[in-house]
Structure formats: structure tokens, C-alpha cells
């Protein structure tokens, strides 16, 4: 047999897949529960082939990207369809288009508030450098 052929025969336990991804055989079990892998059986352990290997890397790859896990099955569900690959590719970059759109924006909000931030602690300094007083506490009947 061919090594090609027996690399594609090649299986996994959950153990080991968690292990090779750093990550837990729960972690393995939810992503199982929501239809991206889908291991065969030997009884009542787990088989993953291949191609939930394959699967189970995209899918962290996803994470990393910041993807939801809806995103990531749609777009891990394409490669396992016979359609066309620019079909594939075009809907891929959307998906990233839109998030580097969200994520851009978390960065200008969060460069406005850092902003804000640096207002606020340089107003501190000025008030701490001209010897302010504490303020007085605020009495219930203020």
C-alpha cells in the first residue's frame, strides 16, 4: 500500500488529537456536538480519520481568527463540498473581509477610550503635582 494511502487510513483517539492541538478532549467533544467533526465509532470510543484532523485544525485556525463557530463550520462544510474552489475562496474572503471590518472598529474604540484614559490620568498628575486635596466624601443628605 501506497504511503499516501495509509496516511489518509490513519486514525486518532481523542486523547491524542488533544494532545497534538493542546486543547481538551471536551473541547474535541463540543466541536463534535456541533457538527464540525464526526468520528466513527468502535464501540463506544471515538475514531477521528483524517479528515477530522484536517477539520479540527481549521477549526482552531478559525478561533484564532476570531471567527464564530457558525462561520467556521459554514466555511470547514465548503471543503468537503465537490463545488467549485473560487466559489470556496470568494465566500472566505468575505468572511474575513467582515471581520477585519469588526475588528478595526474594536480598535478604534479602544484607541478613543485609551485616549480618554490618558486625559483622565494626565488630569490626575496635574491636580496631584498642584498639592489637591482630597476630595471630601459626599454625606447621604449632600
Known amino acids: 500500500m501506497p ?25 474535541i467533544r463540543f466541536y463534535e456536538d456541533m457538527g464540525l467533526l464526526t468520528p ?18 481549521l477549526t482552531l485556525r478559525g478561533k484564532r481568527l476570531g471567527l464564530s ?4 463550520k459554514q466555511l470547514v462544510d ?7 474552489t473560487s466559489q470556496q475562496l470568494q465566500a472566505f474572503m ?7 471590518r469588526l475588528l478595526e472598529q474594536q480598535r478604534e474604540d479602544i484607541e478613543v477610550t485609551l485616549a480618554e484614559i490618558s486625559q483622565h490620568e494626565a488630569r490626575c ?9 482630597p ?7 449632600d
Open 135 to 141: 476630595a471630601r466624601p459626599v454625606k447621604a443628605s
Open 69 to 72: 463557530l457558525q462561520e467556521i
Open 94 to 100: 468575505g468572511v474575513l473581509a467582515e471581520h477585519r
Open 3 to 27: 504511503a499516501a494511502a495509509r496516511a489518509s487510513q490513519r486514525t486518532y483517539t481523542i486523547t491524542e488529537l488533544a494532545a497534538e492541538f493542546d486543547i481538551t478532549a471536551r473541547a
Open 40 to 57: 466513527e465509532r468502535a464501540g463506544r470510543n471515538r475514531v477521528y480519520g483524517q479528515r477530522d484532523r484536517t477539520r479540527l485544525k
Open 78 to 84: 465548503m471543503y468537503d463540498s465537490p463545488s467549485d
Open 125 to 133: 498628575r496635574s491636580l496631584l503635582a498642584g498639592g489637591a486635596r
